[in-house]
T-cell receptor
Framework: ETGVTQTPRHLVMGMTNKKSLKCEQHLGHNAMYWYKQSAKKPLELMFV???????ENNSVPSRFSPECPNSSHLFLHLHTLQPEDSALYLC???????????FGSGTRLTVV | KNEVEQSPQNLTAQEGEFITINCSYS?????LHWLQQHPGGGIVSLFM???GKKKHGRLIATINIQEKHSSLHITASHPRDSAVYIC????????????FGTGTRLQVFP
């Protein structure tokens, strides 16, 4: 357990479904992130929240919708996904002034 | 071209061997991170460097800021070291996001 908890660990969803990924940290960090890892590609930044405010949206399609209700929780809402969205979605948190990162275990998403 | 390049992409070794993984980057950075990813997918942060050298157990990380290059060394490698090792960098002025290399897949055989 790293201190960043992601649920679920695995998710299979149809293209018409709506689901949400959840991330939770109680490390006192003030920034949270969603990263995507597709097969044979480097990890890609999707969204950054600093102090609960979204500061980065890395050209992510609108079918991915982040939500950060407080500094400890981060969600990624999914709707009408495509099979090419199948990937490992990783949440991370950091304390900006120390630059140290902690990653969650990821959610392996399969879109059928 | 990726801003962060790693070599080699794949590496196999016999238990006990000394291993080196290299990382080069193309722009000024605020910090460089070495990460370890096991088959289950979770990522563990091994080191964060902005200069010099750090050591933790059998792992050593070095960085040369002038040459924009870092190395991760594993001494006396063990099969449990088998994983993907990822180099990532963060940039000033806001050190909030990471740019990743493609990773080096290491397999250590008994």
């Amino acid at each position: 357990e790293t201190g960043v908890t992601q649920t679920p660990r695995h998710l299979v969803m149809g293209m018409t479904n709506k689901k949400s990924l959840k991330c939770e940290q109680h490390l006192g960090h003030n920034a949270m992130y969603w990263y995507k890892q597709s097969a044979k590609k480097p990890l890609e930044l999707m969204f950054v929240y600093n102090f609960k405010e979204q500061t980065e949206n890395n050209s992510v399609p609108s079918r991915f919708s982040p939500e950060c209700p407080n500094s400890s929780h981060l969600f990624l809402h999914l709707h009408t996904l495509q099979p090419e969205d199948s990937a490992l979605y990783l949440c991370a948190s950091s304390q900006l002034d120390s630059r140290g990162y902690t990653f969650g275990s990821g959610t392996r998403l399969t879109v059928v | 071209k990726n801003e962060v390049e790693q070599s080699p992409q794949n590496l196999t070794a016999q238990e006990g061997e000394f291993i080196t993984i290299n990382c080069s980057y193309s722009v000024g950075i605020s910090a460089l991170h070495w990460l370890q990813q096991h088959p289950g997918g979770g990522i563990v942060s091994l080191f964060m460097l902005s200069s010099g050298k750090k050591k933790h157990g059998r792992l050593i990380a070095t960085i040369n800021i002038q040459e924009k290059h870092s190395s991760l060394h594993i001494t006396a490698s063990h099969p449990r070291d088998s994983a993907v090792y990822i180099c990532a960098v963060s940039f000033p002025p806001i050190n909030d996001k990471l740019i990743f290399g493609t990773g080096t897949r290491l397999q250590v055989f008994p």
